[in-house]
Nanobody, 126 residues
Framework: QVQPAESGGGSVQAGGSLRLSCVTS????????IAWFRQAPGREREAVAG????????YYADSVQGRSSISRYNVARTVYLQLDNLKPEDTAMYYC???????????????????WGQGTQVTVSS
């Protein structure tokens, strides 16, 4: 399987916005949930947002609820994560994750996803 590929990270000031992109292969894109996770130094990887195959069900972590949006763009096999009103505590490496026939533990569990990208860094300064 081809791993997801993330892009769109960068350095912004608090209150700014970023749009992260995750490109996947055709069979992965249309198979199941795709999610975004993040991991800051010294902390566990945590779910940020997820979206099901048809975009009809979405998950958002409480920490980004109301200032983030996840969406699919089928033509480009891309999942976007729009992050607005960024805060210094949003600073982390952001990873795209996809499923590959493994067991399901819910959209927010790391264990639900078998395919991971290399990550894209988001740094928010105060």
């Amino acid at each position: 399987q081809v791993q997801p590929a993330e892009s769109g990270g960068g350095s912004v000031q608090a209150g700014g916005s970023l749009r992260l992109s995750c490109v996947t292969s055709e069979d992965i894109y249309g198979r199941d949930w795709i999610a975004w996770f993040r991991q800051a130094p010294g902390r566990e990887r945590e779910a940020v947002a997820g979206i099901n195959t048809f975009g009809t069900s979405k998950y958002y972590a409480d920490s980004v609820q109301g200032r983030s949006s996840i969406s699919r763009y089928n033509v480009a096999r891309t999942v976007y994560l729009q992050l607005d009103n960024l805060k210094p505590e949003d600073t982390a490496m952001y990873y795209c994750a996809a499923r590959d026939d493994g067991p399901w533990f819910g959209p927010a569990s790391v264990r639900s996803y078998q395919l991971w990208g290399q990550g894209t860094q988001v740094t928010v300064s105060s």
